[in-house]
């Protein structure tokens, strides 16, 4: 934690927020009373709030709903077998 007058804030804010985005807990004071605490943003460690972030996935719009099963899954190719294939083409590359 790092005490800073208030007037440094108004002086060099670029390099205070640079310090609480490093993980600094930045306390300003006024007339050495506490005034403002500058603390950095909780950081999430889900990873689906990871892939969201990334714009590699999205929540649903209809939160609940259940998804149209398909007709004949029986024409689609085997999880397993396709995973197999995967594999044994990343080893032969």
Not at 60 to 81: Q, R
């Amino acid at each position: 934690m790092e005490t800073i007058p208030l007037g440094e804030m108004n002086h060099n804010p670029a390099k205070i927020t640079a310090k609480v985005r490093q993980g600094v807990t930045v306390v300003l004071t006024e007339h050495g009373r506490e005034v403002i605490v500058m603390t950095p943003a909780a950081q999430s460690t889900s990873a689906v709030d990871r892939l969201m972030a990334a714009g590699k996935i999205q929540r649903t719009a209809h939160p609940g709903a259940m998804p149209e099963l398909l007709d004949d899954l029986a024409a689609l190719p085997s999880l397993s077998a396709l995973l197999i294939s995967e594999r044994d083409e990343e080893r032969n590359r």
